[in-house]
């Protein structure tokens, strides 16, 4: 298995809810892409450049195709409205963890994704920002789940626009890391998942995406290769991929194909976020977490193909791929192999590598080349 995903370190000790604590919510949900609630965004949780910010909640349906809720944040420009409104620019977040306290939208944004949001705020665009389904809402992040992340996400800017707020109907999707994935994922559902609420979407710009870890995943167990040169997290990565997959799909009994220590890991992975359960796995190594191989579970190949696999085909607006070779996190091969397919396929897909940046420092790096990129999508 590979490691990837990181997202800068995120204080979690003391989530902040803003008046608007979802975690047990057993109200009326009512449609996908509903407006729940909404609160302002205590401001210690806002970005510099956002002229006003919320906290909402809104109607989704999660891995198991069941109605659920998520939060989001929305945030918007200092700069008045243009005619017809903002456009709209979704972020997929990295990763911070699967427990509720890690919950993005309940704390402080990290210096760097300050700076990048904030520099799309001041390009004229509303940000919003979805947490994913269960991330400080009932049930557990499906993490690296393609399908059920990209319907939080779309659902986030559905509901974003029946704030009160001068929001048009033109958007595009931001991710970085597991939002890379995140984002390239939605970018290829947009269309289908947004049909009938009016939304234009335009297109993606995806930066560290960890397309083709299902091929990486299907390998893991006690005997498979020691992943080189990957960062530190490796270990915290794996919990995350094990506890979304057992609990999406239990019948697998992924726990079989565990030793204790790795099916202690996975328990963790369920509620710690990223930086303590980094910490704490920090002496183990990723065979291991197995007593057996994945590849032995009955049907596992064609469920974590479903699960976690993002199509190399049928998209229908342009895609931008940042990749820093640097990356100890998403192996830059990976970003690099997905182009590689896209380009077969005839998608409409633009490359940019970073030769001297890291999976962190690609982000800010790609702005020259992004924004551009983005203008011309609404234009």
Known sequence: MVAVLMSPAIAVAAPNWSGLDARNYSGTIG?????????????????????ASYRVLYATIDQHDAPAVATAVVFTPRTPAPPGGWPVIAWAHGTVGLGDDCAPSANPRSERDKEYLSHWLDQGYAVVGADYTGLGTPGLMSYLNSRATAQSVVDSVIAAHQLDLDLSPKWAVVGQSQGGGAAVATARWATELSAGSGLDYRGVV????PAG???????????????ANLAPVANAYAAYILAALREAHPELNVNSA??????????RAETVCLR?????????????????PLSSLPNFAAVVDDFMGIPSSGYDRPIFLGVGMLDRDVPPELTLKFNDALVANGQPVTLHVYPDQDHSGTVMASVPDSTPFLAGLFG
């Open 206 to 209: 995806a930066t560290g995406t």
């Open 213 to 227: 870890v299902e091929r990486m995943v299907k390998t893991a167990g006690p005997d498979m290769a020691a992943p």
């Open 258 to 267: 565990l030793t204790p220590a790795g099916a202690a890991a996975a328990d």
């Open 276 to 292: 303590p359960l980094s910490d704490e796995l920090s002496g183990m190594t990723i065979p291991g977490l197995f007593s057996a």
């Open 31 to 51: 449609a996908h892409g509903t407006l729940i609630s909404s609160v302002p965004l205590d401001p210690a949780l806002s970005v510099p450049s956002a002229a």
